[in-house]
């Protein structure tokens, strides 16, 4: 018998995994946030004040794109029988339109994420050209960095440390 | 009521600056009277705004200041004003090794001014230079550095990019505010043992509070008997006066927008842009 490599007849479940998230703002200022077993508390999308100490939605995003992207790597280097000894990350995003966020009259528009550029630090045991095709092969596992390079600008680097 | 809050303006280029009048309203709200803050991309904005009575008092600019009380024809009322925009000055830089001693010695040569509508890094110098006998767009090739167009020389880059074009020497001089210049001398912005004030011009004051002919003058003056309730020796207003640059808030005047007027009547600006 053939293995059916038709999409339509591959079951659901083998393509897509589902997750579901509920928002709640009972006193309508903060959202809570239900995971299927946790929850967390959100009171700002961004904040512009340096002493703000909650993490805000930005953080979450920002936060959740970093790690999404470091932990590809040590799954995949595990999966590889790679030893990664060291790593480290640095995301840099530019927020275009924050005055229309703040509601500075004359400013109309639409804020958005214009840029995120990862640098990501590595020690591992591999040669140049080993080290890029791991580190990008890797790359292409992490379903956050998947989908957001198809809708923005997103620049991973990676950098080998000594 | 909301209704009741008194609306004020405020001029804002970075996100960050809101959480100052954030502040500034929590503290109002803490003094019992409640105010709502409106924010501007730009004074001409902000001046329209408080033509329409958008909001009731604006936080002007010298500049914004002129142009409101010109609309008003004079009636617009005159607030507070922080300590430190009162008796300023606009330096003229020359570099050392250029012989330059005198504003006399600018005569044909290139001055690098900040952007097109800032008063102390363009009209009011221009202004000096020409009842110093140095008139403008004959005596010396104007070289502007338009940062910010709009907010009236807020932005320090015009003033930056005019004295980095000094040091480069793509200009034979250029203009900057005295706490610019002091802070760039002390912070090692500029060298100092290169470059020379060769003149200033007389004490010009800056921003102040301005209110709509037609708001109440007793909410204006209730509203400014708390404002200057800020104390710099009390530790949680500190660090709110601190960020908006003043250790006290002072009386308004409007005697230190002289030059300004003289400026204006010379250039024509507003009746120009």
């Not at chain 1, 794109?65 to 000894?85: A, D, F, H, N, P």
């Not at chain 1, 990350?89 to 995120?116: C, F, H, M, Q, W």
């Not at chain 2, 803050?37 to 329409?52: A, H, I, R, S, T």
């Amino acid at each position: 018998m053939n293995r059916s490599t038709d999409e339509t007849k591959t079951l659901y479940e083998s393509r897509f995994y589902d997750m579901k998230f509920r928002g709640t703002s009972n006193d309508l200022a903060t959202v809570k946030i239900y995971t299927s077993k946790n929850s967390f508390q959100i009171e700002k999308q961004i904040s512009f004040d340096s002493d703000y100490e909650p993490v805000s939605s930005m953080e979450y995003f920002a936060g959740s794109v970093l790690s999404s992207i470091l932990l590809t790597l040590l799954e995949q280097s595990k999966r590889s029988g790679l030893i990664i000894e060291e790593v480290e990350g640095v995301l840099n995003l530019s927020l275009e339109n924050p005055l229309t966020l703040v509601g500075v009259r004359g400013y109309d528009e639409e804020p958005a994420i214009r840029k995120i550029a990862v640098t990501v630090f590595l020690f591992v045991e591999l040669e140049d050209q080993d080290f890029d095709d791991f580190c990008f092969r890797a790359l292409r596992k992490s379903p956050i960095y998947n989908t957001l390079m198809r809708s923005m600008e997103l620049e991973v680097m990676f950098k080998k440390l000594i | 009521m909301s209704n009741d809050r008194i609306k004020v303006g405020a001029v804002i280029y970075d996100p960050r600056v809101t959480v100052i009048w954030g502040i500034i309203a929590d503290f109002f709200k803490a003094e019992g009277l409640e105010i709502e803050c409106v924010f501007y991309k730009d004074y001409e904005g902000q001046v329209d705004g408080l033509m329409n009575r958008e909001i009731d008092i604006a936080w002007n600019s010298p500049l914004a200041w002129l142009d409101t009380y010109l609309r008003t024809d004079g009636k617009c009322q005159m607030g507070s004003m922080r300590d430190t925009d009162r008796d300023r000055k606009t330096c003229f830089i020359v570099r050392k090794d250029s012989g330059i001693t005198s504003l006399d010695g600018l005569r044909g040569k290139t001055i690098g001014f900040g952007a097109v509508d800032s008063p102390q890094a363009r009209l009011i110098p221009i202004n000096h230079l020409h009842k110093n006998g140095l008139e403008f767009e004959a005596d010396y090739t104007e070289q502007r550095f338009d940062i910010g167009v709009g907010l009236h020389g807020d932005h320090v880059g015009g003033e930056l990019d005019a004295i980095r074009a000094l040091m480069a020497g793509t200009v034979d001089a250029s203009v900057a505010l005295d706490l610019n210049w002091e802070a760039w001398k002390k912070d090692g912005t500029v060298d100092e043992n290169q470059l020379a004030c060769i003149d200033t011009t007389p004490l010009f004051d800056h921003c102040i509070f301005t209110a709509h002919p037609d708001f109440s003058t007793e909410r204006f003056l209730q509203w400014q008997e708390v404002l200057h309730r800020m104390d710099y020796s009390n530790e949680a207003h500190k660090q709110m006066m601190d960020m908006e640059g003043l250790k006290e808030w002072v009386e308004g005047r409007i005697t230190g927008f002289e030059q300004l007027r003289e400026a204006n009547d010379y250039l024509k600006f507003l009746n120009n842009v």
